[in-house]
């Protein structure tokens, strides 16, 4: 079979960006070590940015994006592989400028593959995709540096979104007092159900008085959002706070001032899951499929087609997204 089914985003010479369902052919794949049979992806903020054109994500189109993967070696010239085995791709290149898993196939690097850990069902692994990764990571650096639940609240923020559903799961399950900040007054029971045991609103966390600092309260925060609520947090960290950020869907900006790290000794950690060491990749899917997996990870996903996936990237885009979205490859998956 030389022709598969792919989401593609193609530029028209306006300049507009067009979604179509399309027939690609595998011979036009970049080259690769791991021709993967994709079964499922999943949609992430990167993705929907990708979809509409954003060149900071995808330069070169038509393109298909789709920076998660799991599905089957069918050829493979690497050592660590062999044809049938269950693969796990995210990051690296993929879905940015490499053909991503919004295609029922992927032709990849090994190194950018791992193997599917033993106990994550392949719709487990793209609940967690990137977005897991990352909440894991971002926890991972918290506990390194010596975050423990005794120590006070971690907050974390964009909480209903795809990285901080499971960053609350995650720490809810290691024992953490989670408050969660959210905008959608609508999903209070979610995220309750989910574990968080106090909820804010984000204007709760806006501060705009030129305050350097404000009340202690937090010892620990995983931040989705950047901005002035990443601000806000900086300034209300207890006393050697540590603080992980991975986003910007609020504002890249972040105007702050030197005060909260020189008086109050807080830590603030970059996270980033596309390049991270494969060692570290590898230490942080073994927990998240032991020790770290969510309860119940169904609960907070829905499983779409390829032909839903517009609808999907819109919401997202409107910070609309509740949890995580699975996008399922052929109907035989
Ligand atoms: N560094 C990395 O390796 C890495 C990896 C994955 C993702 N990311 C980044 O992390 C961010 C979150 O990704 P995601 O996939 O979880 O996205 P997502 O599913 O769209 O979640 C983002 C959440 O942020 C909140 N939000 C939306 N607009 C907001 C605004 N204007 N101000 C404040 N909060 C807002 C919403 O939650 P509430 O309504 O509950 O507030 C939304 O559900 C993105 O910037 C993404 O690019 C980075």
Redesign the pocket.
Known sequence: MSKFKAFLVTENENKDFQQDIVERNIDDLPIGELLVRVKYSSL???DALSSIGNKGVSRNFPHTPGIDAFGIVEICSAEDFKPGDQVLITGFDLGMNTSGGFGEYIRIPAKWAIKLPQNLTPTESMILG??GL?AGLCIDKLIENGSKPENGKVIV????????TLAVMILAKLGYHVVA????KH?HEFLYGIGAKEIIS?DEVSDNSSKPLLKGIYAACVD??G?N?LTTILKSMQYNGLVSI?????SPELHTSVFPFILRGISLFG????ECSLEWRKKVWQKLSEEWKPDHLESISKIIALEELPQEINK?LK????GRTVVKLSSEA
Do not use: P
């Open positions: 992430n903020y990167k990137t977005a990352t923020t964009g909480a209903t979104g795809g990285v901080g900040v959210s905008g959608k999903a984000r989705t959002v901005g609520i991975c986003g910007l869907v609020q996270i980033d899951s596309s997202i910070g609309e997204q509740i």
